[in-house]
């Protein structure tokens, strides 16, 4: 009798298996269509670091420096003078994409509210060096700001990544080939 | 109306040889080739659309979509596949003993087509009406094991080793079950001719009635002959690697994966042969019928392998030597009895 | 050809006294760095007597990243974002044990609020932890499916878990006196909608893996230790709870609210792998009713309590422990009062865990191995550092 | 020359070869390999006389069975080749010049002399009388074996399944003491 009652309770294990597999089957799939679909992600979640600038255009940024210091993968590279006023001027706000850790510490210090970690984060590309964003680049991004900071994050316009990589890339040709500078394709990085 | 047209035409052409007096074996080569050909053709398509097939299931059991961007529901899938593997480098291990490892996939891959041999598709659609059909099947069956065997022995690998050694101790386990299950519908029809089987079949009823357990007995059986989880053990992945096709790749790895989807549709096909009464149903056409009837078993096959996990070896020894044999051979025992009576 | 490799093979020979019978070998094999079940990069080296297991050495270091090195360069805000990397699958509660250590080190007082969303994060944290086990210990008993179900609700609360912290593994989140964002009233009655329907999948995983017989004939009686040897080894968490011993850092020294939560500890006797599956499958329950208790009872107020801008920890040695879905995470933390840590040694569960592998392997199978490694949870990011 | 002639002679010569080769090839997994292209040549050679059965079972048995145990048993004990060991005796190394000519010849020498005996016991047998009942006995029909095995020869069967139970008794004792120690 034992074995019956074991081979019942197999079939009855196994059955309870397959019923829910087959429900599932019957289910509409939850497969986000990726390249085609995106998810909305929420305003705060973290994508690159960016540069912010006020409604004149002008960054934010005063030089001091103290996300380069906070930074625990030092992936920030700040370069500045004094101007003739006595006040920084940012030269260069390099950030090395390829070892962010995209912990959002930049943004959370800066006392500015110069950076925030925007919603890009299709980082792919061809070269190492170019994974390297320099300020303008930073900063266009940053000018596409669509909602008002929230959880030290913003949303940016759709695309704007691949735009700004665009005019590197368009930038690059231009300087090997100088005769046939196009400046209209640069738009998106001397906005 | 297929069937007869292609008599007819049979007789034509051997009229006029006759007529010219051409030599008849020439017609009997050409024929028994356009039957190879015939078998092959339908082997290769229906192993096409079952990969899509089970990649659409385990998608589709798995919330996910499955292929969907080569063709219309990713129907391309497949052949996009196929052309990946072709063009892949073809790696012979240094330590390969190279001719056991070269003829290891073909000594798989032809029993799965040769099968196809005996199968019958529809009334009279049958490349050769053996009178040892089951006999001949389960002869085929066993190249498997030497065929893994060598897979796995001349891959030099030990996990190549380790999923040969189970899949000897395995196929050679359930091949006890599997043709004691068969002999009991041999009991039955009085006869180890398919088409015999399924005729007997139309005189009473489909033999899944008569013979529940050995059905089930059967299709556990198959499945572990097929290699397919919960029975996967040669080449489970998260054990073994990929066991005795872990240093295959390309064109090789490709042919063992064919061989694996023709033994599943032979599995199914035989299924619905000796259980369903093959190509024999009312309304549709009999080749249709067929066809439902084996992909009814592709399915069960692809439910279950989604939804189960894999057994260990131990337990599998024990449920085919300690289990299925004993039921087997019962249900053989009394099926005689019951037709002595 | 292949004799060359038989005598690598060839480890010792086992020798039976006033006995004729054939000589047999045992086989060595490596199970890793490189193999599909090993959860990354662990390596077992394997004696095999056939498929049985003689002896196994698990290899570890292949995924070392210096992680208290690095934190002695590190001050203490930046040590953070590390933690999350060391148990990857639980970064809220290893920040947690972080974060508890130093508030206790300097007596930060934290605001209620900020308390009570640490438990929840850190009790979500461990439904999220405990369904990618799941799906991965199905996964290496062959069974494919029950990952993708497990990973569909875990992705539900890696949503939640980015809208609030803005990220979905790699948090961030906790802060010395606090945590960085508050939740939102939104959030709560979706992450409540979630708890709601939950136990419904989890019914569904119990029917399709629970109840199978055979994954009951897989995991019972398999990688069996008793109370003694665990609590010998250093065990923690769902291994040590599934010996019998019901203990956990959440009860035993309370931090956080858990004080003023109801729940259970789950607890199996028989310490095999199928007791493991129940704890964790128990847990998952327990965490859910938890998270019911605290996602009601919210206090208003701050999330940040009055931390130094600097922070530097006085002269001492200090350790601090939260129960991380794996095991105990401890921080020890040596001090010389500057804003980095003299020494962080990081306590890790999955690490003392790995020792008891032989223990559990031995005299198993081959496919035993597979099933053991699943059921002790380990994560080779955090048993390497 | 018919084609079943034809067929005859490349059956036999498949099977021939390879069971020549079963002897000498050196490596012992593939004279267990060729063994079993033997024994498919000689499933040929039933299917030819047209005992589609006798085939049928021969493959069965002899290559999905006996070929499987035995690769199984030479994979399990760790022989890749034969070979001549390290450091031979001395009668061996005198006699390596007579081995290598040897080699060949000796298995075909044994071979013919099997053989010779064979076709002596053949040409004795009184198989002439067994034409008298061609068809069930050629196996064209499998309940006309099946009465055989239970009428003629009833004796010879159950003596052989004797021997198969003993050895199955055998392997039953000697896999216990195994599990014993």
Same mark, same amino acid.
């Given at each position: 009798?034992?074995?019956?009652?074991?081979?019942?309770?197999?079939?009855?294990?196994?059955?309870?298996?397959?019923?829910?597999? /087959?429900?599932?089957?019957?289910?509409?799939?939850?497969?986000?269509?990726?390249?085609?679909?995106?998810?909305?992600?929420?305003?705060?979640?973290?994508?690159?670091?960016?540069?912010?600038?006020?409604?004149?255009?002008?960054?934010?940024?005063?030089?001091?420096?103290?996300?380069?210091?906070?930074?625990?993968?030092?992936?920030?590279?700040?370069?500045?003078?004094?101007?003739?006023?006595?006040?920084?001027?940012?030269?260069?706000?390099?950030?090395?994409?390829?070892?962010?850790?995209?912990?959002?510490?930049?943004?959370?210090?800066?006392?500015?509210?110069?950076?925030?970690?925007?919603?890009?984060?299709?980082?792919?590309?061809?070269?190492?060096?170019?994974?390297?964003?320099?300020?303008?680049?930073?900063?266009?991004?940053?000018?596409?700001?669509?909602?008002?900071?929230?959880?030290?994050?913003?949303?940016?316009?759709?695309?704007?990544?691949?735009?700004?990589?665009?005019?590197?890339?368009?930038?690059?040709?231009?300087?090997?080939?100088?005769?046939?500078?196009?400046?209209?394709?640069?738009?998106?990085?001397?906005? | 109306?297929?069937?007869?047209? =292609?008599?007819?035409?049979?007789?034509?052409?051997?009229?006029?040889?006759?007529?010219?007096?051409?030599?008849?074996?020439?017609?009997?080569?050409?024929?028994?080739?356009?039957?190879?050909?015939?078998?092959?053709?339908?082997?290769?398509?229906?192993?096409?659309?079952?990969?899509?097939?089970?990649?659409?299931?385990?998608?589709?059991?798995?919330?996910?979509?499955?292929?969907?961007?080569?063709?219309?529901?990713?129907?391309?899938?497949?052949?996009?596949?196929?052309?990946?593997?072709?063009?892949?480098?073809?790696?012979? *291990?240094?330590?390969?003993?190279?001719?056991?490892?070269?003829?290891?996939?073909?000594?798989?891959?032809?029993?799965? =087509?040769?099968?196809?041999?005996?199968?019958?598709?529809?009334?009279?659609?049958?490349?050769?009406?053996?009178?040892?059909?089951?006999?001949?099947?389960?002869?085929?069956?066993?190249?498997?094991?030497?065929?893994?065997?060598?897979?796995?022995?001349?891959?030099?690998?030990?996990?190549?080793?380790?999923?040969?050694?189970?899949?000897?101790?395995?196929?050679?386990?359930?091949?006890?079950?599997?043709?004691?299950?068969?002999?009991?519908?041999?009991?039955?029809?009085?006869?180890?001719?398919?088409?015999?089987?399924?005729?007997?079949?139309?005189?009473?009823?489909?033999?899944?009635?008569?013979?529940?357990?050995?059905?089930?007995?059967?299709?556990?059986?198959?499945?572990?002959?097929?290699?397919?989880?919960?029975?996967?053990?040669?080449?489970?992945?998260?054990?073994?690697?990929?066991?005795?096709?872990?240093?295959?790749?390309?064109?090789?790895?490709?042919?063992?994966?064919?061989?694996?989807?023709?033994?599943?549709?032979?599995?199914?096909?035989?299924?619905?042969?000796?259980?369903?009464?093959?190509?024999?149903?009312?309304?549709?056409?009999?080749?249709?019928?067929?066809?439902?009837?084996?992909?009814?078993?592709?399915?069960?096959?692809?439910?279950?392998?989604?939804?189960?996990?894999?057994?260990?070896?131990?337990?599998?020894?024990?449920?085919?030597?300690?289990?299925?044999?004993?039921?087997?051979?019962?249900? /053989?025992?009394?099926?005689?009895?019951?037709?002595?009576? | 050809?292949?004799?060359?490799?038989?005598?690598?093979?060839?480890?010792?020979?086992?020798?039976? *006294?006033?006995?004729?019978?054939?000589?047999?070998?045992?086989?060595?094999?490596?199970?890793?760095?490189?193999?599909?079940?090993?959860?990354?990069?662990?390596?077992?080296?394997?004696?095999?007597?056939?498929?049985?297991?003689?002896?196994?050495?698990?290899?570890?270091?292949?995924?070392?990243?210096?992680?208290?090195?690095?934190?002695?360069?590190?001050?203490?805000?930046?040590?953070?974002?590390?933690?999350?990397?060391?148990?990857?699958?639980?970064?809220?509660?290893?920040?947690?044990?972080?974060?508890?250590?130093?508030?206790?080190?300097?007596?930060?007082?934290?605001?209620?609020?900020?308390?009570?969303?640490?438990?929840?994060?850190?009790?979500?944290?461990?439904?999220?932890?405990?369904?990618?086990?799941?799906?991965?210990?199905?996964?290496?008993?062959?069974?494919?499916?029950?990952?993708?179900?497990?990973?569909?609700?875990?992705?539900?609360?890696?949503?939640?878990?980015?809208?609030?912290?803005?990220?979905?593994?790699?948090?961030?989140?906790?802060?010395?006196?606090?945590?960085?964002?508050?939740?939102?009233?939104?959030?709560?009655?979706?992450?409540?909608?979630?708890?709601?329907?939950?136990?419904?999948?989890?019914?569904?995983?119990?029917?399709?893996?629970?109840?199978?017989?055979?994954?009951?004939?897989?995991?019972?009686?398999?990688?069996?230790?008793?109370?003694?040897?665990?609590?010998?080894?250093?065990?923690?968490?769902?291994?040590?709870?599934?010996?019998?011993?019901?203990?956990?850092?959440?009860?035993?020294?309370?931090?956080?609210?858990?004080?003023?939560?109801?729940?259970?500890?789950?607890?199996?006797?028989?310490?095999?792998?199928?007791?493991?599956?129940?704890?964790?499958?128990?847990?998952?329950?327990?965490?859910?009713?938890?998270?019911?208790?605290?996602?009601?009872?919210?206090?208003?107020?701050?999330?940040?309590?009055?931390?130094?801008?600097?922070?530097?920890?006085?002269?001492?040695?200090?350790?601090?422990?939260?129960?991380?879905?794996?095991?105990?995470?401890?921080?020890? /933390?040596?001090?010389?009062?500057?804003?980095?840590?003299?020494?962080?040694?990081?306590?890790?569960?999955?690490?003392?865990?790995?020792?008891?592998?032989?223990?559990?392997?031995?005299?198993?199978?081959?496919?035993?191995?597979?099933?053991?490694?699943?059921?002790?949870?380990?994560?080779?990011?955090?048993?390497?550092? | 020359?018919?084609?079943?002639?034809?067929?005859?002679?490349?059956?036999?010569?498949?099977?021939?070869?390879?069971?020549?080769?079963?002897?000498?090839?050196?490596?012992?997994?593939?004279?267990?390999?060729?063994?079993?292209?033997?024994?498919?040549?000689?499933?040929?050679?039933?299917?030819?006389?047209?005992?589609?059965?006798?085939?049928?079972?021969?493959?069965?048995?002899? =290559?999905?069975?006996?070929?499987?145990?035995?690769?199984?048993?030479?994979?399990?004990?760790?022989?890749?080749?034969?070979?001549?060991?390290?450091?031979? *005796?001395?009668?061996?190394?005198?006699?390596?010049?007579?081995?290598?000519?040897?080699?060949?010849?000796?298995?075909?020498?044994?071979?013919?002399?099997?053989?010779?005996?064979?076709?002596?016991?053949?040409?004795?047998?009184?198989?002439?009388?067994?034409?008298?009942?061609?068809?069930?006995?050629?196996?064209?029909?499998?309940?006309?074996?099946?009465?055989?095995?239970?009428?003629?020869?009833?004796?010879?069967?159950?003596?052989?399944?004797?021997?198969?139970?003993?050895?199955?008794?055998?392997?039953?004792?000697?896999?216990?003491?195994?599990?014993?120690?």
């Amino acid at each position: 009798m034992g074995v019956l009652k074991n081979v019942v309770n197999s079939v009855v294990g196994i059955a309870k298996g397959h019923k829910v597999t /087959l429900k599932e089957m019957l289910r509409p799939t939850v497969t986000v269509m990726y390249p085609q679909e995106r998810l909305d992600l929420p305003v705060g979640s973290r994508g690159i670091p960016v540069l912010l600038s006020d409604e004149q255009g002008n960054l934010l940024c005063t030089s001091c420096g103290v996300c380069e210091r906070e930074c625990p993968v030092q992936v920030i590279h700040i370069v500045s003078h004094r101007g003739e006023d006595k006040r920084k001027v940012l030269d260069e706000f390099d950030i090395d994409m390829s070892r962010c850790m995209f912990c959002g510490i930049c943004a959370e210090v800066c006392a500015f509210g110069a950076i925030a970690m925007s919603d890009q984060y299709e980082l792919d590309d061809f070269e190492q060096g170019d994974l390297i964003y320099h300020k303008d680049q930073l900063a266009a991004i940053g000018r596409t700001q669509r909602t008002p900071i929230t959880n030290y994050g913003i949303k940016t316009e759709v695309g704007v990544l691949d735009q700004v990589r665009a005019g590197r890339a368009s930038a690059a040709q231009t300087a090997a080939a100088p005769a046939t500078s196009t400046p209209s394709s640069e738009g998106s990085r001397s906005e | 109306m297929l069937v007869d047209w =292609v008599a007819s035409l049979y007789q034509s052409v051997q009229a006029t040889f006759v007529a010219h007096g051409w030599p008849l074996w020439v017609l009997a080569v050409l024929t028994a080739v356009l039957k190879v050909a015939g078998v092959l053709v339908w082997i290769l398509l229906n192993v096409l659309f079952l990969i899509w097939l089970e990649r659409k299931i385990s998608g589709h059991v798995q919330n996910r979509p499955g292929p969907v961007y080569t063709g219309r529901f990713g129907l391309l899938q497949t052949l996009a596949d196929a052309l990946k593997v072709l063009l892949k480098e073809d790696v012979i *291990p240094a330590g390969a003993d190279r001719w056991v490892f070269v003829l290891a996939p073909l000594v798989a891959f032809v029993p799965s =087509v040769m099968i196809w041999v005996v199968i019958p598709f529809s009334r009279g659609v049958q490349a050769q009406d053996l009178n040892i059909g089951i006999l001949y099947v389960a002869a085929l069956a066993s190249f498997t094991v030497p065929s893994l065997l060598m897979a796995g022995w001349s891959s030099d690998n030990k996990w190549s080793l380790m999923g040969a050694l189970r899949s000897a101790a395995q196929l050679i386990s359930y091949e006890v079950p599997l043709i004691l299950a068969e002999l009991g519908v041999v009991v039955l029809a009085g006869s180890l001719r398919l088409s015999d089987i399924i005729a007997a079949q139309q005189r009473s009823v489909w033999f899944l009635f008569l013979q529940p357990v050995g059905f089930v007995v059967y299709f556990i059986a198959a499945l572990a002959e097929s290699n397919r989880t919960p029975f996967d053990l040669p080449e489970a992945e998260s054990e073994l690697v990929a066991g005795f096709n872990t240093e295959y790749s390309g064109f090789r790895w490709s042919i063992f994966f064919l061989t694996e989807y023709a033994n599943l549709l032979g599995m199914a096909s035989l299924a619905a042969t000796l259980f369903l009464g093959g190509w024999s149903g009312p309304f549709l056409p009999p080749f249709v019928w067929f066809v439902i009837k084996t992909y009814f078993f592709v399915f069960l096959a692809m439910w279950i392998r989604w939804t189960l996990p894999r057994i260990r070896v131990d337990q599998l020894m024990d449920l085919g030597w300690k289990f299925l044999l004993p039921v087997a051979l019962v249900n /053989l025992v009394v099926t005689g009895v019951f037709v002595v009576l | 050809m292949a004799l060359d490799t038989h005598s690598e093979r060839r480890t010792e020979t086992l020798e039976i *006294p006033g006995s004729d019978l054939p000589r047999t070998e045992e086989m060595m094999v490596n199970m890793g760095p490189q193999h599909p079940s090993t959860h990354g990069v662990l390596r077992a080296v394997l004696t095999l007597d056939g498929e049985r297991i003689v002896d196994v050495d698990s290899d570890v270091g292949y995924l070392h990243r210096c992680f208290e090195k690095i934190c002695e360069q590190q001050n203490y805000p930046q040590i953070i974002p590390y933690t999350d990397r060391t148990d990857y699958l639980a970064g809220m509660t290893n920040e947690l044990a972080l974060v508890l250590t130093v508030e206790k080190a300097i007596g930060l007082e934290v605001p209620r609020r900020a308390q009570y969303i640490r438990t929840i994060m850190a009790e979500l944290q461990r439904i999220h932890s405990h369904l990618i086990w799941f799906g991965t210990f199905a996964l290496d008993m062959g069974a494919t499916t029950p990952f993708l179900y497990s990973f569909r609700e875990r992705e539900t609360i890696s949503d939640f878990f980015e809208e609030i912290t803005g990220a979905r593994m790699m948090y961030n989140y906790m802060r010395y006196g606090g945590v960085r964002n508050d939740i939102t009233s939104e959030w709560v009655k979706k992450v409540q909608a979630f708890l709601k329907r939950f136990p419904e999948n989890l019914q569904e995983y119990d029917d399709l893996f629970t109840g199978n017989p055979i994954v009951h004939a897989r995991t019972q009686g398999i990688g069996k230790i008793s109370a003694e040897q665990a609590i010998a080894y250093g065990a923690s968490g769902p291994v040590l709870r599934a010996t019998g011993v019901p203990y956990d850092i959440r009860r035993a020294d309370p931090y956080l609210v858990y004080d003023e939560l109801q729940f259970d500890i789950a607890t199996a006797s028989e310490g095999d792998v199928w007791a493991r599956y129940q704890v964790r499958m128990q847990e998952m329950r327990q965490s859910v009713r938890m998270l019911e208790q605290l996602l009601a009872g919210v206090p208003e107020g701050e999330i940040m309590g009055k931390a130094p801008r600097i922070i530097k920890v006085p002269a001492g040695h200090y350790y601090g422990h939260v129960d991380s879905p794996r095991g105990e995470v401890g921080c020890y /933390l040596v001090s010389t009062g500057e804003r980095t840590p003299y020494r962080l040694h990081w306590r890790s569960p999955c690490f003392v865990h790995l020792q008891l592998l032989p223990l559990m392997a031995k005299g198993h199978l081959m496919a035993d191995m597979v099933a053991i490694i699943g059921s002790i949870d380990i994560v080779m990011g955090e048993v390497d550092r | 020359m018919n084609t079943t002639l034809l067929a005859f002679f490349i059956v036999a010569f498949i099977s021939l070869v390879a069971a020549w080769r079963v002897i000498t090839d050196p490596s012992i997994l593939h004279a267990g390999l060729w063994m079993g292209l033997s024994f498919v040549g000689v499933a040929g050679i039933f299917l030819l006389l047209e005992a589609e059965f006798l085939a049928g079972v021969q493959v069965l048995v002899y =290559v999905g069975a006996i070929t499987t145990i035995i690769l199984f048993g030479i994979m399990l004990s760790d022989v890749g080749e034969v070979r001549v060991g390290p450091e031979p *005796p001395g009668w061996v190394q005198a006699g390596a010049a007579w081995h290598r000519g040897l080699r060949h010849a000796f298995p075909l020498l044994v071979a013919a002399g099997f053989a010779g005996t064979m076709l002596g016991l053949y040409t004795q047998s009184g198989w002439g009388q067994l034409r008298e009942r061609p068809l069930e006995l050629a196996g064209l029909s499998v309940g006309g074996i099946g009465r055989e095995l239970f009428s003629t020869f009833a004796l010879p069967f159950e003596i052989a399944s004797l021997v198969l139970l003993a050895a199955l008794l055998g392997a039953i004792v000697l896999a216990m003491r195994e599990e014993e120690r």
